[in-house]
């Protein structure tokens, strides 16, 4: 049980969870194994630091174009993929969306449903929603496969099982599917084959993500390693692929820089196993592939990350966990701590707007702003500079009105007071003369239990002398002051 | 309607007073690290993909049906799914004519609907052309179609896929620009780079995750 | 920035800023000023008095306005704009006056100097003015000693290991994570050793060390232990935020090891009488 966290089920707040992840040592190796590695990987995959660096402008700039101009964009992907046959659809919420989903796979008796890798689906929770109508909804994914199998969510957005070792797998699939305990990873890996690849046979329906919609010539474009993805969108009958708004790049050439950026930034590959390029249902003359095509559009709270110039960057992010991988905060606390989909610093950026502010009170203080996200998104998110500009809205007076969701959630009287004083202090150099000399005369007075500092530091006591004073006398020594 | 309006409503209204910004792409960006002289772009296309578990070969143009051959007879596998249809489908009926073949040349010729469990459970190996190869990142492009479905290069075990050295170009973008992808694309096109894998299990690798579990390419050189 | 040659509105989509181009640094200035810092102010004054005479060492009158205090960086990370914009309004004044260079013995403090002030006053396009010229006379000390008065160290020291921490702040906003190092590698009997996860934070984030304690405690543990494995016989980092809480997490662990000021080891390492204390 120790080695288990479900720290979702376990405490309502952040630090709390958070606490509980800290002290569990197995799941503390095994992010920082994991992370350590994609770190190096990435690092291997970018040689050359001002090939990387122009890549990644371009990649800000094509994100930047496609969001300057994101209805009409969105209008010319609608347009195109229904003259390529594909149905598409819009959903303002996960409520609207995930009816949209049950519908399509009612109007055709679907029992069955398998699902490629999608972090809008779980946005959705699609799977819970589809499981209370009686409709089966397996993932196929194999990190999503074992989490779905042992009741969690996805830790991570690209490696969703990655807070599991070998060892857990094992005995996961010992008790879930009957099989021998094993700790060699192919054996692990040759079981959800198996079972996975009767579930592909069977399935009424296939649901998947998309990594980029492009507008230019109605596509929508998939990356993977595994095959599950291409299996979920071509044998079932029925494909239906979820994804946000923010998804839509303008032209079919403006994917081959994403593409790079994203394999390369998320995995440290050159590219992925696969690159699966969607336009359209099967043809009358094709002998495979699904006869119906559906796109279903999410909005959930984007288009109000949309309608703020600073925090619309958020929408920039391709999804490819780099930010988390090199975030200090992530790599000991793990993906569950956060508590919502997308964890670390792109989920402490982006679930405001899908979950209001006062949902996630603790996302944007979670950061000591070190800015290692920042140094590698590949479309270059300014997230610590979102991250301090959500500290502003989350501090709002409630009674104003908010900009973010749930905003004005960390609101504290109390604590304007105290910076209205730290103001005073720092505006008014006799108050500040003042407080360096009482201070550092009465330091014998410094408390010894100083709150949460002391939790981790010794007391913080201060010098005999403060700089003021011991440049004055150096400076009157001078004789320049 | 209503999302649909209600969604696109609030964009537009909060990209009021704006212009869209300029498309300042540079292609210069991903093309110029990613450029090779024609005789070096297979040794980089066979490291990457040999680096990722892919074998690879090269023969000549007529050569290619023996080395096939003998890949199965080496696995001891007993059926190939081909397309009778195309040139290199006709090569290797002939050959299999000619030789007396044991393994036994299966085509795609109905939709999957009749013989899903067949394909899934009984085909060993399959046989496909490509469009073309990209040496910057070691793949195949394929375009499937009704001589070729998609699932031909994804649910048998074993995919052999054959590409002419010729047709490897430096980059993606190269060669989506030299074959007018924007013009219009297939149903369904793939970038294939490897054998299906996965390190979801602590990032250990493991090949044969859903799709091939060994991918065989085949290049072939100018008759 | 470079978004408004495109579109002037408010809500245009952004593009990130150009690159920065690498700083071009004057010529030594004869009279600078030292932004002392709150941290230092209050908890480390020999470092402060240390980066005093390591400037004069080098010929340059140093002024140290009594009027300064914070550059407002707490409240700004907090989420209180308005607050940190006064106090940074009265920093801007009191710098302003002389109008010499700034040095900060603190790269977090100095990155709030030369970045965030301009986004604190993004909307006062009179006073962006003199914030801007503000930034580009704000230095960092080690990229001051190293670039501007091109020091060359004599090092006067027994051989000593120490391992070097970088602020976040110094390797992401003030782009000085090389310039420590190279003031190191001029101290022939110095050994600077790596430390394991060397640019990762020391989990201070000002605020953050209070307002999240678990996680921060955490990371300043692993890079406490970091440290301490490394070989070296002291720590030496140009930031005092970083510096007040790595030498706490020391101290409460009751660990001898401890880390330095860079100011203090350098003067220490080259004028022999500051082993005595006094100049």
Known sequence: ?481 | MTARSNILGKLRNSLAGTTPRPDEFDEQLVTRPWQYPPAARVERLRSLMEAVHTEVHQVSATDWPALVADLLNRRNLSNLLCAPATDHGKALQHYWQTTGQRSQLLAYDRPIEQWKTALFENVEASITGTIGGIAATGSLVLWPDRHEPRLMSLVPPVHIALLKASEIHDNLYDLMTAQRWAAGLPTNALLVSGPSKTADIEQVLAYGAHGPKELIVVILDQA | MNELFYDAAPNATRVAPDRPKPRQYPDKPAEVVLFGTCVVDLFFPEAGMDAIRLLEWEGIRVHFPREQSCCGQPAWTSGYRDQAKAVARAQLEVLDRSGFPVVVPSGSCAGMLRHHYRELFADEPDTLARVNALAERTFELTEFLLRVCKVRLADQGQPRRVALHTSCSARREMDTHLHARELLGQLDNVERVDHDHESECCGFGGTFSVRMPEVSGAMVMDKTRALMDSGAVEMVTADGGCLLNINGSLEKQQQAFRGRHLASFLWERVNTRARKGAV
């Open chain 1, 1 to 481: 049980m120790s080695q288990r966290i479900p720290v979702t089920e376990l405490a309502a707040d952040f630090r709390s969870r958070a606490t509980t992840a800290l002290a569990d040592d197995q799941l503390r190796t095994n992010f920082r194994t994991a992370m350590d590695s994609l770190i190096k990987k990435r690092a291997d995959a970018f040689p050359d630091e001002q090939e990387r660096e122009g890549l990644r402008e371009l990649g800000n700039r094509i994100k930047a174009r496609a969001l300057s101009r994101l209805p009409d964009l969105l209008e010319q992907l609608e347009a195109k993929l229904t003259e390529n046959g594909v149905t598409v659809h819009w959903a303002e919420t996960v409520e609207q969306a995930n009816r949209i989903v049950h519908g399509i796979i009612e109007a055709r008796n679907g029992r069955q449903v398998v699902k490629g890798k999608s972090m809008v689906s779980e946005e959705m929770e699609m799977n819970d929603y589809l499981a209370r109508r009686d409709i089966e909804c397996l993932e196929s994914d194999m990190g999503e496969y074992i989490v779905q199998l042992d009741g969690e969510k996805p830790s991570h957005i690209i490696m969703p099982a990655i807070h599991k070792n070998a060892r857990q797998v094992s005995r996961l699939f010992s008790e879930k599917l009957d099989e021998p305990a094993t700790d060699d990873v192919n054996e692990l890996i040759q079981t959800g084959r198996r079972t996975l690849r009767r579930k592909f046979m069977e399935a009424d329906v296939g649901v998947s993500g998309v990594n980029f919609a492009i507008a230019e010539t109605g596509t929508l474009l998939l990356v993977e390693n595994e095959g599950n993805g291409r299996m979920s969108t071509t044998v079932p009958p029925v494909h239906i692929a979820v994804t946000g708004i923010e998804k839509v790049v303008q032209n079919l050439r403006d994917v081959v820089p994403l593409l790079s950026l994203l394999t390369r930034s998320a995995l440290g590959q050159p590219i992925t196993t696969y690159v699966n390029l969607i336009s359209g249902p099967r043809k009358p003359e094709e002998l495979d592939g699904p006869e119906e095509v559906h796109l279903v559009l999410l909005d959930n709270g984007r288009s109000g990350a949309f309608a703020d110039a600073q925090m619309r960057q958020t929408l920039n992010c391709i999804r490819c966990g780099a930010c988390m991988n090199h975030c200090p905060v992530y790599t000991r606390v793990g993906g569950h701590t956060y508590g919502e989909v997308y964890p670390g610093p792109i989920g402490k950026i982006i679930t405001p707007h899908m979950a209001g502010l006062n949902q996630v009170p603790d996302h944007p203080g979670a950061s000591s702003l070190c800015g290692a996200c920042g140094e590698v998104c590949p479309v270059k998110i300014p997230i610590p500079q979102l991250l301090q500009r959500l500290r502003q809205e989350n501090v709002r007076n409630p009674a104003e009105p908010q900009v973010v969701k749930g905003g004005g959630s960390k609101y504290s009287r109390t604590e304007r007071m105290i910076w209205q004083g730290w103001q005073l202090l720092n505006t008014r150099p006799a108050l500040y003369g003042l407080f360096l000399r009482a201070a550092t005369r009465l330091r014998r007075l410094t408390p010894k239990n100083a709150g949460p500092w002391t939790r981790n530091h010794s007391a913080p006591v201060p010098a005999r002398r403060s700089l003021h004073e011991l440049a004055d006398a150096h400076l009157r020594q001078r004789g320049d002051q």
